[in-house]
DNA sequence: CGCGCTATAGCAAACGATTGCCAAAAATCG
DNA sequence: CGATTTTTGGCAATCGTTTGCTATAGCGCG
């Protein structure tokens, strides 16, 4: 920087302010400054700057268990559009993963205790607590999203899984169907919950019962949704008085499902409809194209950014706010109506 | 840390020397400045520490162009494995994206010269460059995963991506095929032009021509994977002499081309054979299962990272290694021999 | 010409660690 | 117990910025 501001004939703290509050210094000498840092090839240095400022610009992700093979489908999209708008405003995006050891809720705690990161965007319902260290309860910036979060304190960016599987449902109700079946994710996840909900809503309002769906899995995370749907069909050919139509909690599960049952010489949507949740692309070309309820990535993503850049610091007044973006029934060939 | 060495009765410099430093300090001493670091919740400041120390522990991987819908099916796991790696060795990874405006090469600079990142692990063949800085030639730690760039001075950790599909081709061939049609990605891309290379070898080593196989794409990148099926199926419609087997340069190519080709009465792999590259989960319960090869990705990042922090500094000197770890066809129900 | 304003210079103190130095203290050993 | 080695203490410089302060320079304006 001393460099710079000799090359540009100006001082030092000229030049730091012309770089950081541009709006400080004449556009003359601020023209000057900026050819001198061109000529030079000169880059302020980050760390500096953060340790004088007291704030990195590094927000970071932090995903629930690994992301190991057959990750949720959306997650690559979520990653791609919390970036998208993170660079937007200058920031950068760092990955960390909350595995259920001690060692990665250690190295996340370091990651917000010792500044390098300066807030949190969060998909997981559990946070990194260690030897009295708590991200909850540290002042330290963080928005939930996929998952509402607000009771607890964080606002959160949402979509309606309860509404969307209740609307998924009751096409279903409307085409005909009255026995279901539920391929549920991880007991007492707060999106099984959710859609699950959903599903025993629509059978409420169509005046049917709890007894006409049947649920499968359950046991395992979202990341094994191949293998919940191999299980799903396997549990599926042993019902008796077979349910008509399927509602899975993730597309991997119906898509290994459908795969598994029509290996059985089922077809769909003739034998079983279909529907499920996230809106993969692949979806478009399975046999028979699957229907989906879309979630809103992007938006998603894009909202939890401006709520955490924007609330920096302001947390903790009042209740956490909730945003809720809709997701989007995507009607494909896998629902159609039972066949008797 | 001040208070910390209060708490434990010991001079700054010994807190400094015990955190940073282990060995350098009598293990009694180590627990009691550990005790009051715990009791006290302190984490050190990394911005601090970099600073001083004139370096940072993050690592940034640059993806080409947006990840945007259909992305690539393996970069969720080229990062979950770059990010398990960098873990455990106390690193951590940022993610950077590559798109071709200068805004976002800008930016990939300022995290390289500004000292934020450490090193870069680089899936793009083109290197950002703007107003004479350029990530290239600055002593910069990269290695290169998925594309080869040793010959440009780059460590590079790459698949066989000839021989694997040579091997695939071949093993079509010995089925019976004559005639191919071959999906490609963008036109000149590394791996389309080492995919292709592999098919013709196999073609050659057959006693058959280039002309016994047709080309479709060339256009779009892989992110459009989907579409590329698409058009290479209608591509498919209007050829004569028909192909009876064909080799798409990703697992989203082949799956949107049989979802299509499906359609209109072909059944796979009675009329059509198809392999594909890339190893996608989906890929097992798609209907045909298909066979696909599948990429060490797990593997490639572990080296990747091993050698981006085992060089860091010592580049420039002799020519770039280059690490080949070997991909695995998954033979499955897409490949069969031809009808008659 | 003097007044008020804005822009810049120059100085110095931070930010929170690391590290070399030397001396003092403690531990180890024969 | 004396000699030697290992550990600490205390000090101060350093990393590259930002920022508050005062003083000066330049400019427009009545």
């Known amino acids: 920087m001393a460099d710079v501001a000799r090359l540009a004939g100006v001082a030092i703290s000229t030049v730091s302010r012309a770089l950081a509050n541009p709006g400080r210094v004449n556009a003359k000498t601020r023209a000057k400054i900026d050819a001198a840092a061109k000529q030079l090839g000169y880059t302020p240095n980050a760390m500096a700057r953060g340790l004088r400022i007291g704030k990195s610009n590094i927000i970071m992700i932090i995903l629930p268990g690994s ?27 760092m990955i960390a993963n909350l595995d259920r050891d001690e060692v990665s809720e250690r190295h996340i705690l370091d990651l917000a205790f010792g500044g390098t990161v300066r807030g949190a965007i969060i998909l997981s319902s559990k946070l990194p607590e260690v030897d009295g260290r708590s991200l909850a309860n540290a002042g330290f910036p963080i928005v939930s999203m996929l998952l509402d979060m607000s009771d607890a304190g964080f606002p959160s960016v949402v979509t309606n899984d309860r509404e969307a599987v209740r ?15 539920y391929i ?131 947390m903790e007044n009042g209740p956490a706010t909730r945003t809720v973006i809709r997701s989007k029934l995507i009607l494909r060939e896998s629902m159609a109506g039972p066949k008797s």
Do not use: W
């Open 67 to 93: 992301l190991h093979y057959g990750a949720s489908q959306i997650i690559p999209q979520v990653l791609q559009s919390i970036n998208r708008s993170l660079i937007q405003g200058g920031h950068n995006l």
């Open 167 to 181: 609307d998924a449902t009751a096409e279903l109700i409307r085409l005909g169907h009255r026995r279901f079946l």
């Open 184 to 314: 549920a994710g991880p007991e007492g996840n707060y999106h099984d919950v959710e859609r699950y909900g959903g599903v025993v809503e629509a059978l409420d309002q169509a005046g049917l019962t709890a007894e006409a769906v049947r649920r499968s899995g359950g046991n395992l995370d979202y990341q094994h949704g191949f293998e919940i749907g191999v299980q799903a069909a396997s549990d599926f050919a042993r019902l008796t008085d077979k349910p008509t139509a399927v509602i899975a909690t993730s597309d991997d599960m119906a898509i290994s499902f459908v795969s598994c049952v029509q290996r059985t010489g089922l077809s769909i949507p003739e034998d079983l409809s279909v529907v499920s949740f996230d809106g993969s692309p692949v979806c478009e070309f399975c046999s028979p194209s699957l229907s989906t309820i879309e979630q809103p990535v992007d938006e998603m993503g894009q909202a939890a950014v401006a709520i955490l850049l924007g609330a920096t610091g302001q």
